[in-house]
Structure formats: C-alpha cells, structure tokens
C-alpha cells in the first residue's frame, strides 16, 4: 500500500517560513491536497491539487510538488497557524493520508 | 451555508454494530462523492470509506472491508455508514466530508461523532 511520510514535528519562528515535507513514491505524479487541524475541530483543507488555495485561505499558505516530495509552506507564520497538517493523496482506489506534522509557531 | 452534520456515535460492546449518519444541507448532495475518516484518539486522520455521487462507485480501506458498509440516500441528503463486528481499534471520532468536484480533496468535513468500542 502506498505511504506518505511526514516529518513530527516542525518549529517556526513567529513570522518567519515554515515548510512540511510529505515524501511518498512519485508523488509529483499524484495530486496531492494539504489539511490544517486544529485540536478539537475538524480537519480543514488549505491546498488542493498540489498548489491550489480553497476561498478564505491566506496567501500565505502554498504548496509545491516534485519528485519524491511536496511540500506544504507556510509564509509569515502566526500563531494561529499553530496546528497538525496533513497531506493526503488518492491511490489505487484509496484515499491516503500522510502521518501529519505539528507545527509549532515560537 | 454548507453544512455537515453527524450522528450515531456512542459505546458500543465489542462485537457489536453502530449506524452513523451524516445530514448534508447548504449544497447539492447528490452532485459529490463523500467520505467517511476517522480519527483514533491522539492519532492521525485515517480514511474510512468513500461513496461516488450516483453509490456506482464504492471503496473502503482494508482495515474496514467486510465489516462497514457506506450507503446514501440522495433524496434525504444523508451518508450512513453501517459498522458491524466492532473491535477496540475501531474506537474515534468518525468525520463525513465531501470531496470537490473535479479539483479533488475533501473541502467540507462535519464535526465528527465519536464511537467507543470497549467492554
């Protein structure tokens, strides 16, 4: 079964960059989308199809996708950009998300 | 306003079935596919169970496969999924959301139900 690989945990600096990596095999033949979750609410999607923002979400957030990675950004970090993020990807008949990354915004 | 709601969680026995549905409005329900993911507690998302617009098509996760069934009925905008021989490792909150048309990716998710399977 395929697998998406993330790293634990990923610390940023209060406005400066942070980025999540999501390694899978050939990854950047796939279109991967890209979920932001905060404790106790639901899971809400911040990039669609590798670098595509849903309506409401800040520029700020972008994703690319290459090779064996994507990767998710997150530009000018915030506070309230503190949360677990996901990737997911759909593969031969399954929807499969990634282990997921805590953000920590210092 | 496009909402999802969910129901039917509790605790069950192991072994035992649990109904949950999901109430769709604020949208054309019968236009998308849905999905069922859980959530096991302090763990990361899981995908359950997915259903096209029309039921054509239907797929499941092999931890689930042979014990829930996804259904809906588009004239009551609803998405259930049946869970049958429940085990202790099925315990999470179970979210329904909807996948965007075309693009991909699920856009709206309801605020989950939790289901327990202890003795």
């Known amino acids: 079964s395929y697998e998406l690989t993330q790293p634990l945990s990923v610390s940023v600096a209060l406005g400066q960059t942070a980025r999540i990596t999501c390694g899978g095999n050939n990854i950047g033949s796939k279109n991967v989308h890209w979920y932001q979750q905060k404790p106790g609410q639901a899971p809400v999607l911040v990039i669609y199809?590798?670098?595509n923002r849903p309506s409401g979400i800040p520029e700020r957030f972008s994703g690319s996708n290459s090779g064996n990675t994507a990767t998710l950004t997150i530009s000018r970090a915030q506070a309230g950009d503190e949360a677990d993020y996901y990737c997911q990807v759909w593969d031969s008949s399954t929807e499969v998300f990634g282990t997921g990354t805590k953000v920590t915004v210092l | 306003e496009v909402q999802l709601v969910e129901s039917g969680g509790g605790l069950v026995k192991p072994g035992g079935s649990l109904r949950l549905s999901c109430a769709a409005s604020?949208?054309?329900?019968?236009?998308?596919?849905m999905n069922w993911v859980r959530q096991a507690p302090g763990k990361g998302l899981e995908w359950v169970s997915s259903i096209s617009s029309s039921s054509s098509y239907i797929y499941y996760a092999d931890s689930v496969k042979g014990r829930f069934t996804i259904s809906r009925d588009n004239a009551k905008n609803s998405l259930y999924l049946q869970m049958n021989s429940l085990r202790a490792e099925d315990t999470a909150v179970y979210y329904c959301?909807?996948?965007?048309?075309?693009?991909?990716?699920?856009?709206?998710w309801g605020q989950g139900t939790t289901v327990t399977v202890s003795s």
């Open positions: 199809r590798d670098s």
């Open positions: 604020g949208f054309t329900f019968s236009s998308y596919s």
């Open positions: 959301a909807r996948t965007q048309l075309v693009a991909g990716g699920m856009d709206v």
